[in-house]
């Protein structure tokens, strides 16, 4: 074999290696992190507690801004294109779908490419499409137009049940919905907010999406569910993150018995989390 064809295959075995090793520590970390996660003691914490908790965010984090209110069915829609993607992404991806099509019954009348290619920059544009597309055709068949409004007038319990009906839309895209374009005092669960109650000792790591939702909300006191809602989330987006929460500069250490973990990560909720949710869309 020539030197140059020598070195390259040593590069490319050297590579080879070190990928395998990189790939093993991560499993290793990752198995790390779900013990981790599951010695964490659970226990129901008290409103008190809650808002002690909603207070020291929002001092740190600024004022609460509630974002603007969208009808029923775009909040609907919006919520479907923000799962897994960024604000920045999902945003655009709504704002160009509402370009391309003005009305909810173009979107549903479009073929399903076209869709997809409006709302492409939000990442798994066919199953997104899809499912708009599904659920925009169930609300036209029952309602005999594509409106939502309707719901104001229902209970909270009837709203959500109405919600979670149509198709993919679960608790979380539900309690979306209500927070978000009714006023309602839901809470939605997303995958912030389930980390971090789960490393608070909240609920158990191990918790499915619908339990957590179950578990959670009727914990936090209905005046301050938005509000809490979008703290955790800025927390787990910037403090308490996945992989390397940041526990020396948390305003909650003292209450987290997840604190001092350094870099251990409690990343098993999200892994948790998706085992119990379809492959592609969950809500
Ligand atoms: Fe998360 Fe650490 Fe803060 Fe606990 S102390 S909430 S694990 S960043």
Redesign the pocket.
């Known amino acids: 074999m020539h030197s140059a064809a020598r070195q390259a295959s040593a590069a490319r075995q050297a590579r080879i290696a070190s990928e395998a090793r990189a790939a093993r520590e991560a499993r290793e970390a990752s198995a790390a992190r779900q013990a981790r996660a599951a010695s964490v003691p659970v226990a129901a914490p008290s409103r008190a507690g809650i808002r002690t908790v909603q207070r020291r965010l929002r001092a740190e984090q600024g004022a609460f801004i509630p974002k603007p209110r969208l009808p029923v069915v775009d909040e609907i829609v919006a919520t479907v294109l923000s799962q897994h993607t960024s604000d920045i992404n999902s945003g655009r991806a709504f704002a160009r779908l509402k370009q391309r099509f003005p009305a909810w019954e173009q979107v549903a009348d479009a073929p399903a490419e076209e869709v997809a290619g409006a709302i492409r920059c939000g990442g798994m544009a066919a199953q997104k499409a899809r499912r708009i597309q599904q659920i925009l055709a169930v609300i036209g068949d029952r309602e005999g137009r594509i409106g939502l409004d309707r719901l104001d007038g229902l209970g909270d319990g009837a709203a959500r049940e109405y919600l979670e009906s149509l198709p993919g839309v679960g608790p979380k895209t539900a309690a979306c919905v209500l927070t978000f374009a009714m006023g309602r005092a839901a809470f939605p669960v997303d995958t912030h907010v389930h980390r ?1 109650a789960a ?2 000792g909240w609920i158990p790591a191990a918790a499915t999406a619908d339990k957590a939702d179950r578990l959670l909300t009727p914990l936090v006191p209905a005046d301050i569910r938005y509000d809490l809602h979008v703290a955790l989330i800025a ?1 787990g987006r910037t ?2 993150r996945a992989r390397r ?3 020396g500069a ?1 305003v ?2 003292d209450l ?1 018995p ?2 001092g ?1 350094g870099d251990a990560a ?1 990343a098993v909720t999200d892994t948790q989390r998706e085992r119990a949710r379809p492959a592609d869309l969950a809500g």
């Open positions: 971090v490393r608070l927390h403090v308490c929460p940041r526990c948390c909650l250490r987290c997840y604190s973990s409690g």
